[in-house]
């Protein structure tokens, strides 16, 4: 893939994963994420080709500018996207896969002095939060996703969700579950993100059940029109689609603010 058509890629790439994004001038010049992951494809291909001093320098120089610190020997795949960006450290030895997402102050780092295989490995589509640290020669599995703080010291199963000090695993979704909840998500407009049937966050929990007692009630009701029809009825066959418009949040949560004003002026604790 030449230079600029990965540019026009990593572009596309960050509009999918940050609503904050409003045109792709914009992010070419505002987003140090991008321009990390931009300097840091150049001070590899030095690195490869044994200049390795001056791969190094202009790493660093890439540090000053953006605040974050990526070796040149570290292999980057596709579509990876740093957001926000400052402190982010990536080892010599690391390698990312492609799709993979990096939030401000996560390191991959070693935990050995020797020399060879030191910093971890992610699969595809991982997802590591803000703060996190994965330490050592470790796999992280494709699309897992690590919580913000967590230290990952061991091995991360595929499409597992890892929380904590420690890094322990909390949830490793059933696939046609996930598959039922994420297509239910994006029909009702909602991003199901992290939503498991063993997700710790009581909230999220309840969301999943939720969803998951929709899908049996759309089954249900699809199989019911369905024997009507059969007895010479005229009902729909399919389940009607709800859009929910992003003005309908935007104004939900505009009067919940409002409300929460007026809470605070008649429960003002001052008086």
Request: glycine share 10%; net charge neutral; proline share 5%.
């Amino acid at each position: 893939m030449g230079m600029f058509s990965g540019i026009k890629e990593d572009i596309r790439s960050v509009f999918e994963r940050d609503p904050a994004a409003r045109s792709a001038f914009e992010v070419l010049t505002t987003y140090p994420g991008l321009h990390a992951i931009w300097l840091h494809r150049l001070s590899h291909r030095l690195w490869r080709a044994q200049w390795r001093w001056l791969a190094r320098w202009l790493s660093t120089l890439g540090r000053w500018l953006t605040g974050v610190e990526i070796h040149p020997g570290a292999k980057i795949g596709r579509r990876f996207f740093i957001d926000h960006g400052m402190g982010v450290v990536i080892g010599e030895t690391a390698e990312i896969g492609d799709d993979c997402t990096l939030y401000h102050g996560v390191t991959l780092g070693g935990t050995s002095w020797n020399p060879g295989k030191r910093h971890p490995t992610l699969g595809n589509g991982v997802v590591i939060g803000a703060g996190a640290k994965v330490l050592g020669p470790l796999m992280v599995g494709d699309n897992a996703r690590i919580g913000s703080n967590a230290v990952v010291v061991k091995d991360v199963p595929k499409a597992a969700t890892v929380i904590g000090i420690p890094g322990r695993v909390v949830s490793k979704p059933d696939a046609d579950v996930s598959k039922q909840r994420q297509h239910l998500a994006k029909k009702y407009g909602f991003d199901a993100y992290a939503v498991a049937a063993d997700n710790p966050d009581p909230v999220a929990n309840a969301i999943g059940s939720l969803l998951d007692h929709i899908q049996v009630l759309d089954n249900k009701v699809a199989e019911l029109c369905h024997s009507v029809n059969a007895l010479g009825g005229n009902v729909c066959e399919e389940v009607p689609t709800v859009n929910i418009e992003e003005s309908d949040f935007r104004e939900a949560e505009q009067r919940a603010a409002e409300q929460r004003c007026k809470d605070e002026e008649v429960f003002d604790p001052r008086v």
